[in-house]
C-alpha cells in the first residue's frame, strides 16, 4: 500500500489497486470508448458509457446547485453544444481565472479521478472552447451574473447513476 499507483491483475477477472494508502480490489472493468455528440437542444442526450446529459433552459431565480449540475449563461455560447471525452492537451479557463487556463488532466489529477475513469468523464463544448468538465468546473466565460436573463442547466448522469424516477412535476429525476 505504500506504493502510489500500484496496479496489479488478478485471476477471475479481478483488479488490485493502491491509492492513497488504501488498498482496493475490484472487478476488472473494462471501459467503452465513446466519441463527441451534439447535445440535444433541450431534453435528454445519451452519451453512451459516459451516461446522460440533460439540457434545459432554467429561471434564474430557481437555479439547483450540484457537482453534476452546471448553470451557465446561455447568450454567451457560440453554436451548438457537444460533449465528448477529454483530448490530449485540452484546457479550461476556470470559473474565477478569467485570464488562466488550467489543462484538463490537471483538473482530472487534482479531483482525484482514476485515469481509467477520465474517459467517461463528459467535456462540454461549444464552437469555440471548454464549458463544462462535468462534475469539475465550469469556465470562466459561462458564468452567471448579475446581467444574465437566459439560463441553461446541464445535468449529468454517469452511468452507473441511471435510477430514475418521476419527480412529481412530469421530469425524470434520479436517485
Known amino acids: 500500500m505504500d506504493c502510489e499507483g500500484y496496479v496489479q491483475d488478478l485471476p477471475d477477472?479481478?483488479?488490485?489497486?493502491?491509492r492513497c494508502g488504501t488498498l482496493k480490489v475490484t472487478k476488472k472493468r473494462v471501459l467503452d470508448t465513446w466519441s463527441d455528440v451534439v447535445l440535444n437542444s433541450e431534453g435528454e442526450t445519451d452519451l453512451g458509457p459516459a451516461g446522460l446529459m440533460y439540457h434545459e433552459e432554467?429561471?434564474?431565480?430557481?437555479?439547483?446547485?450540484?457537482?453534476?449540475?452546471?448553470?451557465v449563461d446561455a447568450d454567451?455560447?457560440?453554436?451548438?453544444?457537444?460533449?465528448?471525452?477529454?483530448?490530449?492537451?485540452?484546457?479550461?479557463?476556470p470559473l474565477g481565472m478569467p485570464e488562466g487556463t488550467q489543462l484538463l488532466s490537471d483538473i482530472f489529477i487534482d479531483a482525484k479521478v482514476p485515469k481509467e475513469e477520465r474517459g467517461l468523464v463528459p467535456v462540454i463544448r461549444d464552437a469555440s472552447e471548454v464549458v463544462w468538465v462535468a462534475?469539475?468546473?465550469?469556465?470562466d466565460r459561462y458564468k452567471i451574473t448579475d446581467k444574465t436573463t437566459r439560463v441553461w442547466q446541464l445535468e449529468w448522469v454517469p452511468s452507473n447513476d441511471r435510477t430514475h424516477v418521476d419527480d412529481g412535476r412530469g421530469k425524470t429525476a434520479h436517485v
Open 13 to 18: 477477472g479481478l483488479r488490485a489497486e493502491a
Open 58 to 71: 432554467v429561471n434564474p431565480t430557481e437555479l439547483n446547485y450540484d457537482s453534476h449540475i452546471a448553470n
Open 76 to 93: 454567451v455560447f457560440l453554436g451548438s453544444l457537444s460533449a465528448g471525452p477529454a483530448r490530449n492537451g485540452e484546457r479550461i479557463v
Open 135 to 139: 462534475g469539475q468546473k465550469i469556465a
